[in-house]
């Protein structure tokens, strides 16, 4: 049996209470015999700062690229909101994006049917809702230079930001798009604004070349990023697989998500290029942050947290079988009405981290 080595890295706030969850997780994966995963654990964050005067150290970045796969928890909060601005507890998770070369960002939007009704939406657009939003993380116009505010000494400033993309880097975006569909309903929707600009056209150009060429038994169909996020609050079912740029994913992977509930419910991975052996660097991690209000509570909603666990079981491990054990008792413990409080409902019982965590591995022990 393969041994995998995944690095553990709660960080700050809730982040530590939710990621004991998914340790009591990997302990019941290993006992099953499913898998043999060795974890380390180590600080990222705020927490490292304390100790290191960092938010990650050169040890703990060794440690990231020496693993098969990372697992973090959260970062951040006001116990650090003076440190410099290079040090700062983000700065850690900037770190490890860019140094594991993490440039594809997937974004799940599921709809569990316990939950349907908790959505803006109405029951029948999201009940069974499962989309995956792959957003392009180290290029756009976050990254692209010029980036400056000017003085133009007329009592009037310019800021500039520059929306750049190579030939590559959409090609790349677009590949793990496309194998993703591949292992889902088949379908990609390419999403840019080629009718306005100049990366829309290349995009456009660049992904309808890839698939004539590598993909073409996936159905592509190119869509506008505006009108994307209409039919994603009119008709959200329409979609399977959603590929975008850096600017327009950070949007509509919001938008997406929040169509299914609670911040506390979000999984997300990011993920680097395959190497020789196809290996892909990978950080799995919920979308919410350390919620400094909640922290030390023990009432966290750990589910975003196991949700990514699932997805890094899938991705990085290739073992799907598992992460869909995981997936269906998360599924059935909100069935039986047990609620975290972000997640309250009438006629539901509120039950605290550690309580949910028992839940969920009581369910996969029942199911096994
Ligand atoms: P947040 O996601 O931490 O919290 C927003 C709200 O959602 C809070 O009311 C919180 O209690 C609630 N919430 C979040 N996760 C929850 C969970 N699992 N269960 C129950 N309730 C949950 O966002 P924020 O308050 O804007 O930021 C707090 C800190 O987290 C800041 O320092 C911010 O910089 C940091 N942050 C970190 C990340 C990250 O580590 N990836 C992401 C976003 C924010």
Redesign the pocket.
């Known amino acids: 049996m393969t041994t995998f080595k995944l690095l553990l890295l709660p ?5 530590p209470e ?1 990621m004991a969850e998914v340790e009591r997780l990997v302990a019941w994966v290993n006992a099953a015999g499913l898998a043999r995963i060795e974890t380390e654990t180590d600080l990222v ?1 705020g927490c490292a700062y304390d100790v290191h005067g960092e938010a990650v150290s050169d040890t703990t970045m060794g440690c990231a690229l020496a693993a098969d796969a990372v697992m ?7 116990k ?1 909101d003076g440190v410099p601005y290079e040090k700062r ?2 700065a850690g ?1 900037l770190r490890l994006r860019k140094d594991l070369e993490l440039f594809a960002n997937l974004r799940p939007a599921i709809c569990y049917p316990a939950l349907a009704d908790a959505s803006s939406l109405k029951r029948e657009l999201v009940d069974g809702l499962d989309i995956m939003i792959v957003r392009e993380l180290t290029g756009g116009v976050y990254f692209g230079e010029p980036k400056t505010i000017t003085d133009l000494g007329n009592g009037q400033k310019r800021a500039i930001d520059t929306q750049v993309y190579d030939t590559y880097e959409i090609e790349r975006i677009a590949a793990v798009a496309f194998e993703l569909a591949r292992k889902r309903r088949n379908l990609v929707h390419s999403a840019e604004k080629r009718n306005v600009m100049k990366t829309g056209v290349l995009w456009h150009e660049v992904v309808t070349r890839l698939h004539k060429e590598r993909y073409a038994d996936v159905k592509l169909e190119h869509i506008l990023a505006d009108n994307c996020a209409m039919q994603l609050v009119r008709a959200p079912k329409q979609f399977d697989v959603i590929v975008t740029d850096n600017l327009f994913g950070d949007v509509l992977s919001d938008e997406a998500a929040m169509a299914t509930g ?3 419910m979000l999984p997300s991975a990011s993920q680097g290029g395959a190497d020789a052996s196809g290996r892909r660097r990978a950080l799995y ?10 922290a030390g509570k023990g ?7 196991i949700a990514s666990f699932a997805m890094c079981l899938r991705y990085s491990f290739d073992l799907g079988e598992t992460a869909d054990r995981i997936e269906g008792a998360i599924a059935r413990v909100l069935d039986e009405g047990l609620r ?3 997640i309250r409902q009438d006629g539901c019982r509120t039950i605290g981290t550690r309580e949910m965590g028992d839940a969920i591995l009581a369910a996969l022990d029942a199911a096994a």
């Not at 991690?285 to 909640?294: F, K, L, Q, T």
């Open positions: 960080g700050d706030g809730i982040g939710v964050g973090l928890g959260a970062v951040g909060g006001p650090w507890p983000e998770l609670s911040l506390g991690e919920p979308v919410h942050g350390s919620a400094p209000d909640i009432v966290a909603n750990p589910i975003a947290t975290t409080a972000d």
